[in-house]
Structure formats: structure tokens, C-alpha cells
């Protein structure tokens, strides 16, 4: 048994931390943060968690010693205070962006600002489990994946890795509103948000560079993003447009997904002839730790059409982190994080 | 051809009447105001007016004199400057609750403030063109319904005249999240409106007062409105739940609402015994300044289930008021109006 | 450990029962039915449970002895089996409407048809735990409340037996499209079920009979269901309007439920002065298995206004099933259905 | 005043066509056939038409003769009845897909079967208004062009003839419920087919003939199209990813656009530093006849990305026949087209 806590606990990924740990056999919430409800009950801006959690929000003044601390913080926000927090906890999962890049140099292109704490970039591990099993069994410090970047590379990283397609990709993303946070303003405003097809961010997309940085195994890949926000409040779907390298087959897919992804308990190829769910859809991911991946291929216009879907809040950040966690201490990895999802939804 | 200006054009209300009269062959709009947007294009605030206006928002310290006034001010805000605007233009037409009620007090009880213009009261007519059209085409000040009281003043009108219902309803009503403007906040941010079925005001609703002040024609209506917030962006339905007097028959409903709807232009009376629009439905209202109405009558309760469904912009706000000014200036009422809505949509 | 069955495992109903029971450690699912898909795997329908299972399909014909029978099956289909089911199964819980009314004629009047098994009507005990928790325990065989029934009963039942309120009530229900069902129509249609209010059944709803049946504890109820579908997937939300008896103040109320509901685990009376979530909600108790309640005393109409609200398909159908079944044998009455729900979602 | 007929005006864009003419004052709707709807008022089927046509449906039978026949049957249902078609009406708009390519094998190619009027390919009008004009004024017989094929020429046309892009497009796009009809199935089913992201059509999509047909200017076009079916009703968004030639900047779009679509009533080029509709929204395009086009150059990756939005029952269909019979007629083009779509909704 465990003791973390949480530093700001008040959003979305906090918040799924909570749900997630609150039936973990192995661990204990100490304490969870916020600065703004302070003092007031975790299940006021949680409510899905009334009645089974008294814990309230502290101040993150008030942060005590524990064994794990997950950091939820906006991005930006942790690598100036990481090294305080290291004297607080020996472990940390960092679910925002500050240390995801190994590079202070990309950091500051994508980000636009200097990076504070650079000297720690190398003690973190990138939280994707799946590509980095063997070094989180002997990490101390974490940095979970954009939930973007994500799904992304998990569906791109065996055809990477065994040379099935070109090093040029296109991603078009389609996006959920949670993915936003819990800040209002007029996008977010639901007269203004519900039923768009919004091409928010039609490139320069910043989780470019941690796909980058993951998948230029043999060459540097290219890589363009095109995000388009729909009405879906969690969920998270790539189409990935790439062009497959002469001479694939659609068994030289499958063999490729099956040589690193058997075994691996939230990885599912998905590719039906039947019926209405043949391909990955992140309708009836909601509140499951899967990434589901399928694919086809289009030898007319030689093009293979890849396609991922996740739950942005868990496997895309709050599962991911758990998944890390249960590594990191060798929980069996799916503790907690089973919840098959519904349907219909 | 007349000169119109709008007082606070920037809101949904605003956006609407801008975008009825653009198409109105005997009005022109001169000025449009916004304290937030002066300057700007209206299209940057209402986008499906582009290339079909060039109309910019300026400051409301610039307005000039014109023939008719629309005022969409947020409540409370035109009592006090009503004076003032009195002097720039000869007819008046108020989007805003603050001279609806014919009594200060009521209005006070309800607003919890003051009337800083209760003098003003008097002259200004209710804008249910339905319920007094004669009286508005002599009227220089329209004070228009709220979107809620309209539907059911309108649903009720016929039955509580006709003394085919008790005077004590049970109003349920439907809302869309147009209704509450165009601020964000955490209760209007997507992920937390979207796919809600909110109860966000089960009793004491203001638009109460009105319906209780139009409707109290022989006795005193008992009204006991709540509210519900449903995924839905714009419409309005309400389900009143009515106790039919003695032997009322469905005739008798039929009867009453002949009589008083015959020939208006704007109001059907939607009940069906086939297809699946069977009762008034929001949904392929949009957009148009229809008010449907329906009805069952169950005997085995003793109970009229009424049903009301309106575009709550339209009708309930900027057609209502668009129709006032027609009846106003002896135009056609419909002109401009008669935007048939979508199917499907 | 116990083996169950489920007839009719293709429908909503059924795909929610496999996926609680798969996590359920005293249960082992032997079989699963259906007509239509049998010899496919039970995947194909229900995709969430893909790689979780690896159940397939069996004709109705091939349905082999078990200790616990769940029958899924459209309403009217189970009761003329009824006995040879029990010669499969010693208990047998039934999700359908057939052994609901422990009265045939009123069974009759309701369903329009005769009743194939009306000896067996009286060995039925009504599935809501809170209410026959005793009964249950030594039960045989289970008929699970409707929907609608469950959430407008449990949501009367104190106020009832405390006399808060007088005998007549009207639920006024916001329903979702599962509980239509698996069968395509074109009310069902996306472009034409998207987006309504739709006043589908304005009276004369049948699980009339059974709130009625369970709560005329004193005197006979008088319910009056008008039901309107909204655009919601999954969940159900009734606001109840009754009259509250003299003198009766908010704190009767809660002393009422909590007389009734103090221990219950999976009731929880919901009334916040603060946040957004003040009152039941049935967004965020999807996929869970509680009964949320909230109330608000309007003395300005002297009216109290009761909101219920669950997921139709676990507490209002699977999940009320699997409670029943974990009374019955003696299980936790909780295990396999403590999933906390999702915020946001 | 002419009079036309509609053959097939029980399906959605049969609707549309109604609802647009019914306002058009050059054009009296004479006819509208419906097999299965005979005998029964328009708005049983199109509620929206309520109170505003007591237009009925008669058998196609007895289909008189007019001076313009709409043709709405599915796809491959008119080529066998054109030539007798013909005899009834001087003038034919064809809404299906059977007439739209001029070469009979590729359309054997793409649907599957052979062609059965292949003489008469040569005598259609592709129905693009923008890029068709002259040809329109001339013609007899129109064939309406696809939704999606629609918006994705318009958008690639300009950059296309100017030589701003390579001849190497993938189209990513983001697809409605109506497209699909109004024959409901499980696919369409609302439980099933809300809140989806659904890969229905990776690849293979047929309007790629289409697009080919229309945009082989210099060299042959080559088009990838991936298809993903969204939560929404009515609308059409393409993201179109493309590689500029070398040297290509911002302007060099601008000017092609303009080049192009000066002048052009329903071409907007949407491209805005500010506010939350920055570029195309099909959601605010709801019943009007605008394409909306925006672009955005990304440097970084040597990429073009374009983005088209379109009511794919509007432009993409009904809105498209009228505006080419408006120029076959020599009526305004802008004639009964003008709405301006609403916000917010």
C-alpha cells in the first residue's frame, strides 16, 4: 500500500486520478490540491464521486510528504516548482507538458518560453507504457504523453518500426471538448461549442514534437497535425494518412501490430467486416483505459489509412499515468484500470 | 421604409434581429450598438451574417435619433435610461424584462430591485401580438414576453378564456442553453452543459409573474413553473399539466383554440395520429416564429396535458418583437417571418 | 460461485448484464442466447467487450441447465415459457414486464393482451432491492422493475409512507433512445430522433400500474406519466409534482429518506446549495447503479417538487438485476457494481 | 412562372426542394410523387411544412407533364426511366448519382453495374453553377453533383487551374446523418449512431470520380478520400490536405480564390485572426446555400491545408438544383436561396 497524492486535483485529469485510485487495492490518496477550492469537498467539482470519497481539497501549501505524487498542473506550471516537489515525494507522474520533450531547445520552440528546469529533462521517462515498459520498472520521475501524441504514436509505432510505411504522415485529428479543461470562455460556451466542426488548430499542432521525438527511430519523421474540435465531450480519434512503403500487404500490417502489441492488455486491433463498430471508435472508449487501432489499405491511391482512438482523460492522461504508476511499483499493470466502457453510450 | 437601431446588438437576441431585418423590404438598419464591440464587423460576433452585411457595432454613447428603437439590453439595464431613449426615438420596442409587468411591486418581488421607471409602466404594451393586437397598433412601447412565458401564455390563452381548465397549472418546461446569453461560465462550459438534463430552477421562476399577469382574465391562475435544461441549443417546450373543469371533451379544447387561433398566421395546432411528429417539436422550429401547440386529454386521471414548443429566439424574443413592429406600422405581419424551418435538422 | 445464463443476450439489456457479471468474482456466465446471432461472437454486438470476453452466442434451443437464469426478452415473450424455463433454472430473474403486476387483470388492462401465466404471477417478488430487500433474500424467482417505475418509485416510496405528500402525483419523465430498444425505426432514425423533446407519450404510460401496485401503501395513488424523449442516449430523469400535506416543512422530507435510504448504498439524496451540480443528474450516473434524489419545497404554490434520476439500463434495468441476484445469494449486495461514473462526460 | 414536378419528394432532399420553392415566385410546384406516401399530405412526411402547403403526394404514375422535372430517386433508380422522363418534361434535374460522370465504364467502375442509359451522358450538365455558368444557361438536362464531391470542388478547384498545388489531394472529411438518407437501419439507429466518430469509408469513397472528372484540368487529379461520420444532423466539412508547388505563398491563394470566386453569390472565403469562427463551420450553414472556404499555408511540414463547409441537403443537394435552374430559366441565381443561416445553434 501506497501513499500520493495529487497536486491540483480540481480538473479533468485530477479528477479521473481520483475515480481511477479510489478503487486501487494498492493505494491510499493522502492528499489532493487545489488552490481555489480549498477546503471544500473533492465531490463539489467532482460529483460523479459523491458519497464515495469524503476527502476535500487542500491547499498546496499544505502538501505533505508521500510516497508518489502526481503532478495536474497547466502546462507550464511544474517544471518551475519540480525540484521542490522532488524533496516532497521520491516518485512523480507529471501529466502536463513541461518534461515530456528531451530537448530544452524543442521545448522552447514549441512552447514559447524557457525551459526552467532543464537539467531534469533526462530523469523522466515518457509515460507510454506500451514503448517504455523497461525503464518506468526503474523510474522515479515520469512524463505522461499528451493525450494527442498518444494515440498516435501508439497506432504509428509498429509501422514505424518495421519499415511498413514512409516517414511522412499525416494526422487529422478529431477532438473532444475536454480536452479544452475546465476554463470557460466563449469557444467552450456551449451555444457557440455544441455541433461544430471547428478546424481549431488546422496545423502547428504542439504534440508534434513528442511524436517526433518517439517515432524517429531509423529517420526523422515527418509529421503534419490538423485538429478539428466536434461535439464530443471525451473521446479522441486519429485519422492517420500515410503512404506504405512498396510492396506492403495488409498482412504485413497485421504482422507488425501483432509483433509488438501481443500481449499488451489496452492495445486492440480493431478491423470487422461486420457489423457497425469495425473500426477503433471512441464512442464506447469513454472511461476505459484502451487504445484501440485499425487500419486499411488503399491501393488504388497507395495510401494506408491508419486509425486510433482513445479516451483523452484516461488512457490519453489519467489511465496512462495509473498504468505508469502500477509499473513503476509492479502492481499488476491493469489494477484499476479494467473498466470495459459501455454501450450503448 | 423605416429607420431602425438596435441597443445591444451583440447578444443572441440582437444577432437575431439583425439577421430578420436584413431581409425586410420596408426597414433599414441604421446603427447597431455594442459597448464590448464597437468598431468591429457584426459578422465577427454573429458569423452567418458574413458578406451580408457590412454593418460595424458602435459605441451606445453614438446613437443617433431613429423611428423605432429595438432595446436587448440584459435585464434591469433599460429602466433606467428608458427616459433618455424615449427622446431618440418615437416607438420602442424592449427585449427585456424590466417593463413587462404592468405593477412595480410585482416586479420588485420577482427582480428583487427596484423599478427605476415605474412611471413608464402604463404605457407600455405586452408584445403578444396574438393577445393584443389591437392595442399594439397604437402602441409607441412595446415591452416583448419572455421566451417562456410566451409559449405558455400562448398555450394557456384559449383554455383558461374559454374556462375549459382550473386556474392552477403545472408548468414543465424544456429549455435550450441560448436562453441564458452569451456569457460563459463553468454551468454553460461544454463539457459540463453538454448532454445534461438539469433542474436548474424546479420552482420560483420569474417569467411566472407574467404569465400569471396575462392569464388572470376571470380569476386568479395558480402558475408553478420548473425549469429543466436539456441538450439543446435553441428551442423551448413546455408539457402543462391542466385539470379539465366538468365534462370538458377534447371538442371543447379543439373549440377554444379555434376560436382564438383562426387566422393566425403564426400559431399551429399540431396533433397527429400518425408519423413521428405526432406533437410541437422544437427541434424543426428553428429559426421560425411559430408557436405549435398540442394537446391529450386523459380521462383516466382527469387530466390536459398541453404542449407548447417555440424557437425561444425567435418567437420568444426577436420575431416576437420583429411581428410587434409590424403590427406596429401596418406592415404585413409576416413579413420577414416566414422562414419555414428544417427537417431534418 | 454460481453459473448463470442469460436469455436474450443481444439486446441492451442483456449486453449490460455480461458486462457487470464479467467482473463479478462469485459469477460465471455458462451462457449466453440469441436468434439471431447465434454462433457469432458476443462482441460483435456488444464492441465494448471486445478481448474481455470470448462468449459467443447460442440458440435459444441449446439453452442448458443453470443455477441462475436472467431472461432478457421483449415484453409478452417470457411469460409463456415461464415454466419451462424453471425447469432450467431454480431462480430466475426476469427484466421484462410479464410478472411485474402481481395482478392479472390489471396486467391486461395495461399490455392489452391475457396473461399466458397467471398462476405463476404471485411467486414473483418485484425487484427493487430497497423496497423487498427481505422478500429477495428468499426468492426464487425476480421480476425487475421498468425504468421509469424504479426511479419514480424510489423516489415516492418515503414521502409516501411518511405521509408527506397527498395521493396524487404527476411524474413528468425525460427519457433517453436505449430504452426504445435495439430495433431500428424511423423514429429512431439519427436525423429524426436527434436533437428532440419529443412528447411521446403525453399520459398513459404503462409502468403506471406498477408504481401504483408498489406504492398504494394507505390509499390508492392516482400517477399521471407524461413522458418526453430528449437527446440522450442513456439515463432518465423524472420531476415528480406533488402536493406536500399541511404543515409539512423541507426538514420532514429529509427526515423521511433518511429514514428510509440511511444505509442504502446505492441512494443518495442530492440537493446542493453551491456548485453545478445541485440536484440529480442523470449525465454523470451513466454505467452506475445509483438512484440519485433531490427535492425543492416551493411554498409560494405549496408544491414539492421530486427529482429522480438513474441510468435506465444498470439501476433502471442490469444493474437492479445483478443487486436482486447478490441479495438472493447472499453475495454483497455492492459487488460488481460500485462503478463510480464519469465526470465530465 | 414555370411549373415543375418533383419525382421522389419523400426523402430528404425532395424536402428540401419543396421548402425552397414553396418560397421561390417564379415557380409553382405542380406535382411531388412518393411510392409509398401516395395519397398523403407533404407534411406528414416534412413537418416543417405544416400550415405552409397542402400540397399531397401522388403515385409516380401519375406524374404529369411539366415544364421541369426534379428528379430524387436513389442512386441508380433514374437511368433506367430518363428516356421516358424525357417525354414529360423539356427540362430534368437529376439529384442521383447517375448521370454526374460522363463515362459510362467508370461509372460501371464505381457503383458496380452497368450503365443503362450511356447515350445520354453526354447531354447532362454537371450541376456546379460556379464552374459550369455558361453551360447551365444552355442546358436541358442537369445532374446535380454529390455533397461531398461538391464542397471538395470548390475548394480545390481555384488552386487547381491556378497551379497552386500539386495534383495529390487527400480528403479528409467529416460527414452528417442525413447524408444517408431516410431508410433507418442499426447503423442509423440513434443508441447506435450518437456521439460517433465512425470510420465508415477510409477509403473507396465514389465521389473521388467526381472530383477527378471535374479537376483533371491539366494533368490527372489524384484523390485519397477518407469519410468519418459525426454527431451531426446536417453539414459537411472536408479538411483538405495538400502539398503546394514550390514557392507558394499565402497571396498566391488569395489570388486564386478571387480569381475564381469574385462575384460568386455562395462562395465565401473564411479565413479570420479573430473570434471563435475562424474558418468554415458547417453548423452555422444549417439551410443555406454557402460554401465557406478557408486555407491555412503551414511552412513547417510544406503543406496546404484547406478546409470546405457546405449544408450537404443545401449546397450539397436541393439549394444546388435550384441555383442551376435559376440560371437554366435566366431567374436571379440568388432566387428563394438567400437565407442566412442562424446563430447560434
Known amino acids: 500500500m501506497i501513499n500520493i497524492s495529487i497536486l491540483g486535483g480540481s480538473g479533468y485529469a485530477g479528477g479521473e486520478i481520483i475515480r481511477i485510485l479510489l478503487n486501487h487495492p494498492q493505494v491510499k490518496i493522502q492528499q489532493v490540491t487545489s488552490r481555489k477550492f480549498a477546503g471544500r469537498e473533492v465531490s463539489l467539482v467532482h460529483p460523479n464521486l459523491r ?3 469524503d476527502l476535500t481539497f487542500i491547499h498546496p501549501e499544505k502538501l505533505s510528504d508521500c510516497d508518489l505524487l502526481f503532478v495536474a498542473l497547466p502546462n507550464g506550471d511544474s517544471m518551475g516548482i519540480m525540484k521542490d516537489l522532488q524533496k516532497k515525494a521520491k516518485k512523480i507522474i507529471d501529466l502536463g507538458a513541461d518534461f515530456r520533450l528531451h530537448d530544452a531547445k524543442t521545448f522552447t520552440h514549441w512552447y514559447q518560453k524557457e525551459h526552467l ?18 525503464d518506468l520498472k526503474k523510474a522515479s520521475f ?4 499528451g493525450c494527442e501524441a498518444t494515440v498516435s504514436i501508439l497506432t ?5 518500426k518495421h519499415k511498413i510505411i514512409k516517414e ?3 494526422i487529422d485529428a478529431k477532438m473532444s471538448s475536454s480536452q479544452a479543461g475546465m476554463s470557460p470562455s466563449l469557444s467552450t460556451h456551449h451555444p457557440e461549442r455544441a455541433g461544430v466542426v471547428r478546424s481549431y488548430m488546422p496545423s502547428g499542432h504542439r504534440h508534434t514534437a513528442e511524436i517526433e521525438q518517439e517515432l524517429s527511430v531509423f529517420n526523422k519523421l515527418e509529421v503534419a497535425i490538423s485538429a478539428t474540435a466536434i461535439d464530443m465531450v471525451r473521446g479522441l480519434l486519429v485519422t492517420i494518412h500515410t503512404i506504405p512503403k512498396d510492396g506492403m500487404e495488409e498482412k504485413d500490417v497485421w504482422k507488425a501490430y501483432r509483433a ?11 478491423k470487422e467486416l461486420q457489423g457497425i463498430y469495425r473500426y477503433p471508435e471512441p464512442k464506447i472508449l469513454q472511461g476505459t483505459n484502451f487504445c484501440d487501432i ?9 495510401r494506408l489509412v491508419l486509425i486510433g482512438a482513445i479516451d483523452n482523460l484516461v488512457k490519453g492522461t489519467a489511465g496512462q499515468a495509473v498504468q505508469s504508476m502500477n509499473v513503476m511499483y509492479g502492481f499488476k499493470e491493469t489494477t484499476g ?3 470495459p466502457g459501455l454501450h450503448p453510450i
Open 294 to 302: 485499425g487500419f486499411e489499405l488503399d491501393k488504388a491511391t497507395n
Open 117 to 134: 528546469a532543464s537539467t531534469l529533462l533526462p530523469k523522466f521517462v515518457y509515460g507510454i507504457t506500451e514503448l517504455h515498459r523497461a
Open 337 to 339: 484500470l479494467m473498466f
Open 260 to 270: 509488438e502489441y501481443k500481449g499488451e492488455p489496452f492495445i486492440r486491433i480493431v
Open 168 to 170: 511522412k504522415v499525416i
Open 142 to 145: 515520469v512524463a505522461c504523453a
Open 51 to 53: 458519497k464515495l470519497t
Open 156 to 160: 504509428l509505432y509498429p509501422l514505424i
